[in-house]
């Protein structure tokens, strides 16, 4: 494959990914594993090519990195023109990165997520090889689940089932889901997790006053299925003197967030953040009392590997795709259930012993049983054909 050469004299693998917002960004999960994939490949020796969206930063102008073309880490980075408008961003990025990436000089063309797999079809017609990661079956999330952008999705899916060489999917539950649907066979790749330097509280004590083991962390994007508003409520009923912070930034459900804060606006032990990054996010994570993530669907949550990698003691919905991650090495409440995230909470918040419990191994666990390395590793072997 390919045309240029190595240093090697074989040829070079040259790769283009499209379907994130941009990077280098946190704006969401499938971001952060286009840039952790892209940098490793390159590091390789591949040639990558990543089509960065143009606008703002989902957090705001003050999170643009400036860097929007030319080199990053390895990557070669290209930014096609898209509609900045609700709705019409997505699709208007992955047209246009879809049409660059079929008529330039790549041998495989990777879609990240269901949407932009609608137009797969082009770089096939092409005599690409492509390769789809489905991050989550995103039709069912609540800001897609009407309208175009729902039908525009389900395309995806469909397009993907239908002319994509390879589909790499998360969890077991939607590896199953297209067997069931599609009678189409997948590759389970799980994301990687690295093991992370943990930092005293300094900024988070600044800002918001927080000394260290005196809060319960969520951090993750504040959209509807991540159970937020259930996990106020719930903490609403708790007896504790500890915070809840909740971290992360709204992803076109700025409404939900204006609510959310009136529903909290009476107790004083909750803190909203916004998006965080660097080491505000490194603080948040190194030093909580306890993590939780009471999702009704998921993907395959990095914040979660995360949360674990720091070696936090987490409290997780039982639904499979956190259930899968974290075996027996959390605490686990009822998906949807305030009074099971309520139950939990007050017990976790009454047994710092069963905290600490929690909190031991977990990084160790996490880290040997997910790694970034491995997963580029299984990914370049079906861009390779031979897994």
Request: glycine fraction near 10%.
């Amino acid at each position: 494959m390919g045309g240029a050469k190595s240093g090697t004299g074989r040829p070079v693998m040259r790769i283009a990914m499209l379907g994130h917002k941009r990077i280098p960004s946190r704006e969401g999960g499938i971001e952060i594993v286009v840039e952790e994939l892209a940098w490793r490949m390159a590091e390789l020796g591949y040639d990558v090519t990543c089509y960065n969206r143009r606008g703002h930063h989902v957090a705001g102008s003050s999170f643009d990195t400036g860097i929007t073309r030319g080199r990053y880490r390895g990557i070669r980075l290209k930014t096609v023109a898209t509609l900045d408008v609700r709705g019409a961003a997505a699709f208007t990025s992955s047209v246009l990165a879809a049409l660059c990436a079929a008529f330039g000089p790549y041998d495989i063309v990777h879609f990240h997520a269901e949407g932009p797999c609608a137009m797969m079809w082009l770089p096939r017609l092409t005599g690409k090889r492509c390769i789809a990661t489905i991050h989550g079956l995103d039709w069912s999330r609540s800001k897609w689940n009407s309208g175009f952008g729902a039908m525009y999705i389900k395309l995806g899916e469909r397009c993907a089932v239908r002319f994509a060489d390879e589909i790499i999917v998360l969890s077991d539950n939607v590896r199953q889901y297209f067997l069931r649907e599609y009678g189409r066979r997948t590759e389970m790749i799980p994301n990687g997790v690295s093991r992370p330097e943990k930092l005293p509280a300094n900024e988070i004590t600044a800002l918001y006053g927080l000394l260290g083991n005196d809060y319960i962390l969520f951090l993750g994007r504040i959209v509807p299925e991540k159970g937020v508003r259930l996990l106020l409520e719930a903490f609403g009923g708790v007896k504790t003197s500890k915070k809840l912070v909740i971290a992360g930034g709204a992803s076109d459900t700025e409404e939900f967030v204006r609510e959310l804060k009136q529903l909290a606006e009476t107790d004083s032990r909750v803190i909203f953040t916004g998006f965080v990054q660097g080491s505000l996010l490194a603080e948040l994570y190194s030093n909580a009392y306890l993590y939780t993530l009471p999702s009704e669907l998921e993907g395959m949550p990095l914040s979660l590997l995360e949360a674990m990698s720091y070696g936090n003691c987490c409290l997780v919905s039982d639904i499979s795709e956190c259930t899968e991650v974290v075996e027996d090495h959390a605490a686990v409440c009822r998906k949807g259930s305030r009074e099971s995230i309520r139950e939990r909470l007050q017990y976790l918040c009454d047994h710092p012993e069963a905290v600490e419990a929690g909190r031991k191994g977990t990084a160790d666990f996490i880290c040997q049983k997910y790694s970034w390395d491995k997963t580029v590793d299984q990914t370049l072997a079906l861009y390779e054909g031979t897994k």
